[in-house]
C-alpha cells in the first residue's frame, strides 16, 4: 500500500513538473511573440527563419549563441541577445522545448 502511495505521488510529481515546463515555456515564449508571432511562424524583422517546429535541440543551440555571445552593433543578433541575456538554462530550455511543438 505504502509502495502504490509513493509510485502515485512519485507520477503526480513528475506529471506535475512535465506540465509545469509546458505553460512556463508557454509563458517565457509570450515576449518572443512580438517578432516571431504567437505561433512562432513570424519571420522576425523579416530576416530570421520560421521558429514553429524546428527541432528543440537546434533551438537550443540558437539561444545559448545568443546568451553567450557579445554583439556590439545593433542588429537583429543584439535584439535576441538583449531578449535572453537574463534568461536562464532552464528558461531557454522550456522555451526551446515550447517551440519545437508549434506547428510548422
Known amino acids: 500500500m505504502a509502495r502504490n502511495i509513493k509510485n502515485s505521488l512519485l507520477t503526480i510529481l513528475l506529471l506535475s513538473s512535465f506540465l509545469y ?3 512556463n ?9 512580438g517578432c516571431h508571432g504567437a505561433d ?3 519571420k522576425a524583422f523579416g530576416k530570421s527563419g ?4 524546428q527541432s528543440a535541440v537546434e533551438l537550443m543551440e540558437s539561444l545559448k549563441f545568443y546568451k553567450e555571445s557579445e554583439f556590439k552593433t545593433h542588429s537583429t543578433t543584439l535584439v535576441m541577445s538583449k531578449q535572453v541575456k537574463n ?3 532552464e528558461d ?3 522555451i526551446a522545448n515550447y517551440v519545437s511543438k508549434l506547428q510548422k
Open 21 to 23: 515546463a509546458q505553460n
Open 25 to 33: 515555456g508557454e509563458s517565457l515564449f509570450k515576449q518572443c511573440a
Open 50 to 53: 520560421i521558429i514553429a517546429g
Open 87 to 89: 534568461m536562464n538554462m
Open 92 to 94: 531557454l530550455n522550456e
Open 40 to 42: 512562432g511562424r513570424n
